[in-house]
């Protein structure tokens, strides 16, 4: 590849975003058999402290030569000293992510979305719900919200996964477990051996548990279907259509609302969201 | 303003405006005509300019190419680790596109909306736009509209000048040429070596050429009441018979898309050689299936008729919705002409308009 006729970029998201900002994965942690962490820091220290983010941001993240995919930054923002992506193998790219060690480069380019929307659940009672890989944005806001523990009323967390091996974050689940000041309430969806916790879907375990309405938001991640029940059980539990909050996917390309694809009706998914409430969801074109 | 460019000075005209800038104009190739970089040297003249005929694809190409380098990179590797150098394509060379129509020039200005002034900026067509002088060529009869044209829905005729900077009118055994906006004056005053002084008389023949282009528009095709699209393709939105019934003879071929002035999709990829490589940016169709086909397998336009609903919902009702109301249909036409099963997107639009009347 010939690069006479160019010239070196200045690698500055604001002026043109279609350029990354390169960096170096820090640590690679295996989640679980197919989810992998990657810790990734930018080299250019002016790059990486010009590089903030609200909760719920995402970023593509790129290898030279094979190609980007779009993922959640799922560290909190208060974390400096990486970004952290969990990446599931499901396609070309995240193949590749897969193999890589620490001290690879990687290109990062964001961040992009629109993130949560903080502001309005200051005050009131928190339920996230996490069904697998749906675990990485909700990490980000949770981390966020322990951060500013204050801020909020009630936080309570239900996070699901097919099986103990399929939990990631594995690691910090006793220490929030633990806390007092956090209701976290594990469940897989079939029995196994020496597990402590719930067993059973999650939107099951939803209605049992039965979190009040009042005063309360809640932020659901997870697979299409999970998604779909868990929405469902909110509502029978009176949950309005402002307060329930989710994370889209779609396929994207440039992540800046230019290439077309990621479009529901009017909204671009990479622009516009990832993050929608339900009543925004509802005005949307049935096209998910 | 106005100047005169007699029919046998149009050559030396366009040959000289290559001292300033790189000159893009329509060219005979076979059945089409299409937009060529002229680059004359003394060896080897330009090829021919065709005005005579429209051009059978847009100039989208021209600010837009088909295939372009987004950012090339390159990896070395020594004891202190691995490096990655990243690079940026060169600002462009001023240039001028002559003798596009004033739907393909719409469509430049239905694309600004987005890539311009949207919330990110794309810096490789906003800088090509910069450089870029529209010189447009108005439709008179005999030279433009015909059955397939249907620019009079959106106004995209030639007494409007979105995006044009100049709009030359065949008229009297040459062209009237008049500067629409600012760029362009200046460019004709640099330019106006082989050209004579307009008057009043060529300036009414020229302008009595294009309304008589434009009544036949309007005669021949009236145009449906285009603010109801928006609502009545969303009230429709689930009507999948309807949907079925429009994209029931569609092969998914995207030609449609490519022709198109104003389709500005595109896919990234990447490609290595040894050490080195680029992120590549291309034209994308959302016809192709595997547009929005995501990794887990899940498709959500599976089908061609979601897919054809989504092109003719993004021009008759988001893009509407998202710009005052503005179209991103031009009515160029191209997609009508050049469809292999005879798609008619006007066709589309009535059949969704009756049926959500019933």
Same mark, same amino acid.
């Given at each position: 590849m010939n690069v006479t006729g160019m010239r070196p970029s200045a690698a500055d998201f604001s002026v043109n975003p279609f350029v990354p900002y390169v960096g170096t994965v820090l640590d690679v942690i295996e989640e679980t058999p197919a989810i992998k962490t990657f810790r990734v820091c930018l080299d250019e220290r002016e790059a990486w402290e010009r590089f903030t983010f609200i909760p719920g941001q995402v970023a593509q993240l790129s290898i030279f030569g094979v190609g980007e995919a779009t993922f959640v930054i799922n560290s909190p923002p208060s974390c400096r000293d990486y970004l952290q992506f969990s990446v599931m193998r499901a396609g070309e790219v995240t193949n590749r992510l897969h193999g890589l060690s620490v001290g690879d480069k990687v290109?990062?380019?964001?961040?992009?979305?629109?993130?949560?929307?903080?502001?309005?659940?200051?005050?009131?009672?928190?339920?996230?719900?996490?069904?697998?890989?749906?675990? %990485?944005?909700?990490?980000?806001?949770?981390?966020?919200?322990?951060?500013?523990?204050?801020?909020?009323?009630?936080?309570?967390?239900?996070?699901?996964?097919? @099986?103990?091996?399929?939990? @990631?974050?594995?690691?910090?689940?006793?220490?929030?477990?633990?806390? %007092?000041?956090?209701?976290?309430?594990?469940?897989?969806?079939?029995?196994?051996?020496?597990?402590?916790?719930?067993?059973?879907?999650?939107?099951?375990?939803? %209605?049992?548990?039965?979190p009040s309405p009042d005063n309360a938001v809640a932020i659901v991640c997870g697979p299409p279907i999970m998604i779909r029940f868990t929405v469902e059980a909110l509502q029978k539990l009176g949950f309005g259509p402002h307060d329930i909050v989710t994370t889209l996917e779609r396929r994207m390309k440039c992540g800046i609302g230019l290439c077309g694809r990621c479009n529901i009706g009017t909204k671009y998914v990479c622009v516009d969201g990832p993050v929608f409430t339900l009543a925004e969801l509802q005005s949307l074109p049935d096209e998910l | 303003m106005s100047y005169f460019l007699p029919h046998d000075r149009l050559e030396s005209w366009l040959d000289d405006l290559e001292r300033t800038h790189r000159v893009f104009a329509p060219t005979a190739e076979g059945r089409g005509v299409v937009f060529r970089r002229r680059k004359p040297t003394a060896e080897s003249p330009a090829a021919p300019v065709c005005l005579e005929r429209r051009p059978t694809e847009s100039a989208r190409h021209v600010l837009f190419p088909r295939s372009e380098v987004l950012l090339a990179f390159r990896s070395a590797h020594d004891e202190s680790g691995t490096r990655v150098e990243v690079f940026e394509q060169e600002a462009p060379a001023p240039q001028v596109i002559v003798g596009l129509r004033a739907c393909d020039a719409k469509g430049f200005a239905v694309m600004d909306r987005v890539y311009m002034h949207g919330r990110y900026a794309d810096p490789l067509y906003t800088a090509r736009r910069k450089a870029t002088v529209m010189a447009v060529l108005a439709c008179v009869p005999g030279n433009g509209p015909d059955n397939a044209c249907f620019c009079h829905w959106f106004a995209s005729g030639h007494e409007e000048h979105d995006a044009a900077d100049i709009v030359l009118t065949p008229a009297s055994g040459g062209f009237l040429i008049a500067p629409v906006s600012d760029k362009g004056a200046e460019f004709m005053e640099s330019h106006a070596g082989y050209l004579e002084q307009g008057n009043e008389e060529l300036e009414n023949a020229a302008a009595a050429q294009r309304l008589a282009a434009r009544e036949f528009l309007e005669k021949h095709c009236p145009a449906p009441a285009l603010s109801k699209t928006e609502t009545a393709i969303m009230r429709q939105f689930g009507n999948s018979m309807l949907w079925e019934t429009i994209g029931e003879p569609c092969l998914a071929c995207g030609v449609c898309t490519h022709l198109c002035p104003s389709c500005y999709c595109f896919t990234i990829t990447d490609e290595t050689r040894g050490n080195a490589g680029a992120r590549i940016r291309s034209w994308d169709t959302c016809l192709n299936a595997g547009y929005t086909l995501e990794a887990s397998g899940h498709n959500p336009r599976a089908a061609k008729a979601q897919r054809l609903k989504n092109r003719i919902a993004h021009k008759f009702a988001y893009y509407p919705a998202l710009h005052m109301g503005k179209s991103s249909c031009v009515g160029c036409g191209k997609c009508i002409r050049s469809c292999p099963v005879g798609v008619d997107i006007r066709a589309a639009v009535f059949r969704v308009l009756a049926a959500d009347e019933e």
């Amino acid at each position: 590849m010939n690069v006479t006729g160019m010239r070196p970029s200045a690698a500055d998201f604001s002026v043109n975003p279609f350029v990354p900002y390169v960096g170096t994965v820090l640590d690679v942690i295996e989640e679980t058999p197919a989810i992998k962490t990657f810790r990734v820091c930018l080299d250019e220290r002016e790059a990486w402290e010009r590089f903030t983010f609200i909760p719920g941001q995402v970023a593509q993240l790129s290898i030279f030569g094979v190609g980007e995919a779009t993922f959640v930054i799922n560290s909190p923002p208060s974390c400096r000293d990486y970004l952290q992506f969990s990446v599931m193998r499901a396609g070309e790219v995240t193949n590749r992510l897969h193999g890589l060690s620490v001290g690879d480069k990687v290109g990062v380019r964001g961040p992009l979305g629109n993130g949560f929307n903080v502001e309005p659940m200051k005050g009131k009672n928190i339920f996230f719900v996490g069904g697998g890989i749906g675990m %990485a944005p909700l990490r980000t806001l949770f981390l966020h919200m322990l951060d500013h523990r204050n801020d909020f009323g009630a936080i309570s967390l239900l996070y699901g996964a097919r @099986s103990p091996q399929d939990l @990631s974050y594995s690691y910090e689940l006793p220490q929030w477990l633990e806390r %007092a000041d956090l209701s976290v309430t594990l469940t897989i969806d079939r029995e196994a051996p020496d597990w402590p916790h719930r067993v059973g879907l999650i939107p099951h375990v939803l %209605a049992d548990l039965a979190p009040s309405p009042d005063n309360a938001v809640a932020i659901v991640c997870g697979p299409p279907i999970m998604i779909r029940f868990t929405v469902e059980a909110l509502q029978k539990l009176g949950f309005g259509p402002h307060d329930i909050v989710t994370t889209l996917e779609r396929r994207m390309k440039c992540g800046i609302g230019l290439c077309g694809r990621c479009n529901i009706g009017t909204k671009y998914v990479c622009v516009d969201g990832p993050v929608f409430t339900l009543a925004e969801l509802q005005s949307l074109p049935d096209e998910l | 303003m106005s100047y005169f460019l007699p029919h046998d000075r149009l050559e030396s005209w366009l040959d000289d405006l290559e001292r300033t800038h790189r000159v893009f104009a329509p060219t005979a190739e076979g059945r089409g005509v299409v937009f060529r970089r002229r680059k004359p040297t003394a060896e080897s003249p330009a090829a021919p300019v065709c005005l005579e005929r429209r051009p059978t694809e847009s100039a989208r190409h021209v600010l837009f190419p088909r295939s372009e380098v987004l950012l090339a990179f390159r990896s070395a590797h020594d004891e202190s680790g691995t490096r990655v150098e990243v690079f940026e394509q060169e600002a462009p060379a001023p240039q001028v596109i002559v003798g596009l129509r004033a739907c393909d020039a719409k469509g430049f200005a239905v694309m600004d909306r987005v890539y311009m002034h949207g919330r990110y900026a794309d810096p490789l067509y906003t800088a090509r736009r910069k450089a870029t002088v529209m010189a447009v060529l108005a439709c008179v009869p005999g030279n433009g509209p015909d059955n397939a044209c249907f620019c009079h829905w959106f106004a995209s005729g030639h007494e409007e000048h979105d995006a044009a900077d100049i709009v030359l009118t065949p008229a009297s055994g040459g062209f009237l040429i008049a500067p629409v906006s600012d760029k362009g004056a200046e460019f004709m005053e640099s330019h106006a070596g082989y050209l004579e002084q307009g008057n009043e008389e060529l300036e009414n023949a020229a302008a009595a050429q294009r309304l008589a282009a434009r009544e036949f528009l309007e005669k021949h095709c009236p145009a449906p009441a285009l603010s109801k699209t928006e609502t009545a393709i969303m009230r429709q939105f689930g009507n999948s018979m309807l949907w079925e019934t429009i994209g029931e003879p569609c092969l998914a071929c995207g030609v449609c898309t490519h022709l198109c002035p104003s389709c500005y999709c595109f896919t990234i990829t990447d490609e290595t050689r040894g050490n080195a490589g680029a992120r590549i940016r291309s034209w994308d169709t959302c016809l192709n299936a595997g547009y929005t086909l995501e990794a887990s397998g899940h498709n959500p336009r599976a089908a061609k008729a979601q897919r054809l609903k989504n092109r003719i919902a993004h021009k008759f009702a988001y893009y509407p919705a998202l710009h005052m109301g503005k179209s991103s249909c031009v009515g160029c036409g191209k997609c009508i002409r050049s469809c292999p099963v005879g798609v008619d997107i006007r066709a589309a639009v009535f059949r969704v308009l009756a049926a959500d009347e019933e």
